[in-house]
């Protein structure tokens, strides 16, 4: 990382206060800063570290007032929004060195069929497999471990990580990013009960993601029956999710993790979902919604923009006027509970 706290400055729309360009070298926490990093402050929790720390620069919101003098050299700059900044700038310089241009590179224990079609610049590292008549798109970066099977698309400056795998005929879309152990197209869980026990139903449908998706460590996305399984553009999703075969997920949701969705449920754009929650099959989520942690959605959610909570989930604030109305009638059952128990001792004397 080759820049100056004035490139920074300009980069993100900020305003460096009166201080002249320093080099900065690279990232850190803000607790752990050192004399050339960046680093930044989102959350107000961590307001003592500012007065502490010895980074070259600090991300600050455009509306935050200092309460204590800063170590000597560390300088703000202000920005909108310093997560969101950070965040911009991890991407802009972060991974400088894997962004530049490379010569294709195939490990000699990598096992690519004949009829793959590699485009320049990939990666395709030890123990990696490519089967008959796939595609891996330029720059795209096969960490150890990763196969793709047979008939497969991959885009353009993808990275599968470690052991990642993308079976047979499902598509990956441009600058996505599978990291360790995630599971693409997988047989859906489809079997039909018979007198003699459960029949397997044949998943003969693929799965596809948009550009930019993120799938965490361990999540797996199920191929669709017949169809396809789809997230959007830009969706991200956490470590140890279940996709279920023939879900659909709009553009930009994300979702935490261990959560659970079942088959043929349509998940809308710009959803937010909170971890373990399970989310039942064939039903709608609409556009906007936000789910709060370990909610359980037995039905369609109709309304745009909602903050779900609960099992069953409802509005938030329904929710929560049920549970204050719960504690109120426990603290009555205890306290009419206590009074019987009075009662009976003095009836006993």
């Known amino acids: 990382m080759e820049v100056t706290t004035l490139d920074v400055a300009h980069l993100l729309d900020g305003l460096l206060e009166d201080a002249p360009a320093q080099k900065l070298s690279g990232f850190a926490g803000i607790e752990d800063a050192a004399k050339g990093d960046l680093t930044f402050l989102a959350n107000p929790n961590y307001e ?77 590292g030890a123990l990696c497999t490519v089967g008959e008549n796939s595609h891996i798109g330029e720059g795209t970066r096969m960490l150890a471990g990763s196969m793709v099977g047979e008939g497969c698309h991959i885009g353009k400056a993808v ?87 023939n879900v659909r997920i709009g553009d930009h949701t994300v979702i935490a993790a261990q959560t659970g969705i079942a088959g043929s449920t349509v998940i809308g754009a710009h959803c937010m979902i909170g971890g373990q929650v399970g989310i039942n099959g064939h039903i709608q989520i609409a556009d906007g919604t936000k789910i709060a942690a370990k909610s359980g ?8 923009g909602q903050v779900m909570q609960g099992n069953p989930a409802q509005p938030i604030k329904q929710h929560q006027r049920m549970q204050l109305a719960l504690r109120k009638l426990a603290k009555e059952f205890t306290r009419n509970s206590q009074g019987a128990g009075a009662n009976t001792a003095t009836s006993k004397a």
Do not use: W
């Open 48 to 124: 003592a570290h500012l007065y502490t720390t010895h980074a070259t620069a600090v991300l600050v919101s455009k509306d935050f007032h200092p309460t204590a003098p800063l170590q000597a050299g560390t300088h703000l700059i202000r920005v909108d929004d310093p997560y969101a900044a950070m965040a911009k700038l991890m991407q802009a310089y972060g991974n400088q060195e894997a962004a530049m241009p490379r010569e294709t590179h195939i490990h000699p224990s990598a096992v690519v069929a004949e009829t793959a079609h590699i485009a320049g610049g990939v990666h395709i």
């Open 159 to 245: 990275t599968l990580g470690m052991r990642s795998v993308v079976a047979d005929k499902c598509t990956i879309g441009d600058h996505c990013t599978l990291q360790i152990g995630a599971i693409i197209g997988a047989d859906g869980f489809g079997f039909a009960p018979t007198e003699d026990g459960y029949e397997k139903i044949p998943q003969l449908g693929t799965v596809t993601l948009g550009p930019g998706c993120e799938i965490g460590a361990g999540t797996t996305i199920d191929r669709a029956t017949l169809g396809e399984t789809v997230l959007g553009e830009g969706v991200k999703l956490d470590n140890l999710i279940q996709v279920a075969h």
């Open 297 to 304: 959605i037995t039905a369609s959610i109709k309304v745009t």
